[in-house]
């Protein structure tokens, strides 16, 4: 490496040459039978976790507490980092990174208190995890599966497209 400043790239050029990725989060919430929380968007035809893309200058964790309050009605404090997935571009969206929280099991007030947003959400179920693929896309469940492992374990994974990173 050179010692020159000459050599180096500007501060400005170098950070627009930086790859853009987008992020999102979502929490995965269950009930007492150990059922994982799906919601039914109005614009897609597969299901999802409550959550959604971060904003600009926001943090993924204040995006998933930002997205179950719009989406559920449910204003709760955001629990542990389950997953962190890199998923690869495909031809309608960039790279991306998605962050999935612990959103907890959900007592039977809270489950009452949900109210979907209506202009994105058609419903939501509690779905046994064995069922979860046949609602989502294939790259949902695989993260699903390693976040309620990641539960059960009381650890974090990393995931490349839905599989362990390592």
Known sequence: MSSGRSAMVPA???VASLARKRMG????????AGRVLLVEPTYKPTWEVPGGAVEQEESPTAACRREVLEELGLDRPVGRVLAV???PSTP???EGVMFVYDGGVLAETDI????LQADELKSSAF????RVGELTGALLARRIAAC???VAAGT???LENGRSAG
């Open 148 to 150: 309620l492992d990641a």
């Open 92 to 94: 309608e969206r960039p």
């Open 127 to 130: 779905v046994a995890p064995e």
């Open 112 to 115: 009452a208190a949900i109210r």
């Open 85 to 87: 997935d890199w998923v």
């Open 12 to 14: 400005d050029q170098y």
């Open 156 to 158: 974090a994974v990393s």
């Open 25 to 32: 989060a979502g929490a995965l919430f269950r009930d007492g």
